[in-house]
């Protein structure tokens, strides 16, 4: 490990940032300083620039994925190397802002019925059911199923907060069927081995898989069950307020976005052409 990597993995820890933010910006900048051959201390703000055309132009990246870049550089220029003049106006491109795809209860049935591997289907099953990120799926301890309370303890969400959200009784069900068959020690869902969890990239593969045999036509990840999940909730009647808490939001302009995306409310909405009554036929009036 170079001497950089070790200073700007001990000043992110120092801030708290999380284990999955850590490495994500450590890859970046090792992708930069692989770029051109050299190290971050040796380049400038026009090798910075030049790389970031390079992402756009040549690597074609989604723009979130862009952003990912951006954000590791300017953390290290600002902060670990004190050179915020490398970075200073270089601004991110204007955020995309796209619907979220969402299941219908029976394409959730449908989906779930195509996870051939148990514990992956309990797991996706947990996502939706309680609103979770994947990330916040695979991180479930045994301990934190509050069966007293009916309540899961959300640990280390995004932006290290935690939070409790709802425990269905039919999913305790479920888990107490599947502690019985799997015996999880720490991890509720764990990989090979008990002391680890299983990956992100596992329970991707597993969607990609199920949609194929579910025969779906929609792009499904583990977090489109946290979509549909608010979705839902929000169709049943559920209060916006309550929603923004169980899903962990910080503002709730951004829970609102499911009023744009549910069946229910859009479908009961009448056009104003409704209301103007039939139009008189021109064959008619002859």
Not at 1 to 27: C, G, H, Q, S, W
Request: proline share 5%.
């Amino acid at each position: 490990m170079t001497p950089l990597r070790k200073r700007m993995i001990e000043e992110m820890e120092l801030r708290n940032f999380a284990p999955y933010t850590v490495k994500l910006y450590v890859d970046n900048v090792a992708r930069f300083a692989k770029h051109f051959g050299k190290s971050p201390e040796l380049l400038d703000h026009e090798h910075v620039r030049e790389y970031l055309v390079y992402l756009v132009q040549e690597k074609k990246l989604a723009w979130g994925t862009y952003n990912q870049a951006l954000a590791a550089l300017r953390y290290l220029y600002r902060w670990v190397l004190k050179r915020g003049e490398v970075v200073a106006d270089i601004r991110g491109p204007k955020r995309e802002r796209h619907l979220p795809i969402v299941l219908s209860a029976e394409e959730v049935s449908r989906f779930f019925s195509a996870v051939v591997s148990y514990k992956h289907r309990m797991a996706l099953m947990t996502a939706y059911s309680a609103g979770l990120r994947i990330s916040e799926v695979v991180k479930l301890q045994v301990k934190d199923i509050d069966s007293e309370r009916m309540l899961i303890h959300v640990r280390e969400g995004k932006r290290n907060k935690d939070r409790y959200t709802l425990l269905s009784p039919v999913l305790l069900g479920m888990l107490r069927h599947y502690y019985w068959a799997v015996r999880p020690v720490s991890y509720l869902f764990p990989g090979r081995s008990l002391d680890k969890p299983i990956s992100d990239s596992q329970v991707q593969r597993v969607c990609r898989e199920a949609q194929g045999i579910a025969g779906i036509n929609k792009q499904i990840s583990p977090h489109t069950f946290r979509h549909s999940f608010a979705t839902h909730l929000l169709e049943a009647g559920t209060d916006l307020r309550v929603i923004q808490a169980l899903l962990g939001h910080s503002s709730p302009q951004t829970t609102a976005l499911y009023t744009r995306v549910s069946k229910k409310l859009i479908g009961s909405t009448r056009s104003p052409l409704d209301l103007l009554g039939k139009p008189a036929n021109d064959a008619e009036e002859k």
